[in-house]
């Protein structure tokens, strides 16, 4: 079974301020792993992924995470926070084997404080 | 990136009623579609797993004679929540799994309310 752990259920940061947003999972295989954005009463907005290669990944918005196989995380980060990056973020793991359902986090909520 | 369009984005029925929602991929084929339930403030539960041309894998729980799941094609997978309750009313979200790209798209959300 695969299982992913936010544990922080709202993370309040100051505007231009670096800001972490927590994951660590669980599962059978290679893990692929997703982050995501969601707006209020809105699907879910693709942020990044890691499926191979460099253990840092870029992604959309500035945002980057960072995968660490010992440790199990992938860590959501931004250097400078924005006002509008306030929402709720879901990281979210499948694997090379499988059949490629993602199972998420509970998600974390993001606030910046301008 | 690829696109998976999901029709209504919101509905409203009377109790008893059945509702479906599309869940279209729009420019890749998709063997694997899942459909997701997400309740207010809470993250998203896997319902089930629509394979095309075979029958649905649903998820512990889930009640698979009042969640119907069609794949007729390899771009279309629908869902019909027969009998609505107002314990149905929720946030229904699809995804598609595109293996060239190695990642999941999805659907921009269904609001159903039963009233």
């Known amino acids: 079974a695969q299982s992913v752990a936010q544990p922080e259920d709202q993370v309040n940061v100051a505007e231009g301020n670096p800001l972490t947003v927590k994951c660590t999972y669980s599962v059978s295989g290679n893990p692929y792993l997703f982050w995501y954005v969601q707006y209020p009463n809105r699907g879910l907005q693709f942020l990044l992924k890691?499926?191979?290669?460099?253990?840092l990944v870029k992604g959309s918005y500035g945002f980057e995470a960072e995968f660490n196989k010992s440790q199990t995380s992938f860590h959501l980060k931004k250097p400078s926070a924005l006002v509008s990056d306030s929402a709720l973020y879901f990281c979210?793991?499948?694997?090379?084997?499988?059949?490629?359902?993602?199972?998420f986090g509970s998600g974390t909520r993001l606030q910046v404080q301008p | 990136g690829a696109v998976v369009s999901q029709h209504p984005s919101w509905v409203i029925c009377k109790s008893g009623t059945s509702v479906k929602i599309e869940c279209r991929s729009l420019d890749f084929q998709a063997t694997t579609m899942f459909w997701y339930r997400q309740f207010p403030k809470q993250s998203l539960m896997l319902m089930a797993t629509?394979?095309?041309?075979?029958?649905?894998?649903?998820e512990q729980g889930v009640e698979k004679d009042k969640f119907l799941i069609n794949h007729a094609s390899l771009t279309l997978s629908t869902l019909t929540v027969t009998s609505a309750h107002p314990e149905d009313s929720s946030f229904y979200i699809c995804?598609?799994?595109?293996?060239?790209?190695?990642?999941?798209?999805f659907g921009q959300g269904t609001r159903l309310t039963v009233v």
């Open positions: 995804s598609a799994w595109d293996s060239l790209n190695t990642e999941a798209f």
């Open positions: 890691y499926i191979t290669g460099d253990n």
């Open positions: 979210a793991v499948t694997s090379d084997t499988g059949r490629r359902a993602l199972t």
């Open positions: 629509s394979n095309e041309g075979s029958k649905a894998t649903y």
